[in-house]
């Protein structure tokens, strides 16, 4: 499975983008998928997940401002990002929650200015 993560950029405070997670490679399909983030000089962390049924939960720092959804057709993962922090400011990626190792991409960067 390939996971590319898109849809990255530099963004002002408070602006918006929304990023999506194509997967690829294999036909089966992932149960429980999450976007992750990794600002410089910092852990790793989840900023949502969702499951295949569309249940969905949030990093506290991003409820009320990001919105996780998935095309289960598609088999793809998007997330829109509102009200963009200088904080949020990370390269975003998308794997399974939790992560299996050979399926981190390249991520795609999230520059927020102030």
């Known amino acids: 499975v390939q996971l590319q993560a898109s849809g990255g950029g530099l963004v002002q405070a408070g602006g918006s983008l929304r990023l999506s997670c194509a997967a690829s490679?294999?036909?089966?399909?992932?149960?429980?998928m999450g976007w992750y983030r990794q600002a410089p000089g910092k852990q790793p962390e989840v900023v949502a997940g969702?499951?295949?049924?569309?249940?969905?939960n949030y990093e506290e720092s991003v409820k009320g401002r990001f919105l996780i959804s998935r095309d289960n057709v598609k088999k793809t993962v998007y997330l829109q990002m509102n009200n963009l922090k200088p904080e949020d400011t990370a390269t975003y990626f998308c794997?399974?929650?939790?992560?299996?190792?050979?399926?981190w991409g390249k991520g795609t960067l999230v520059t927020v200015s102030s």
């Open positions: 490679g294999s036909n089966l399909s992932i149960d429980y």
């Open positions: 794997n399974q929650l939790p992560p299996i190792k050979d399926y």
């Open positions: 969702i499951s295949r049924g569309g249940s969905t």
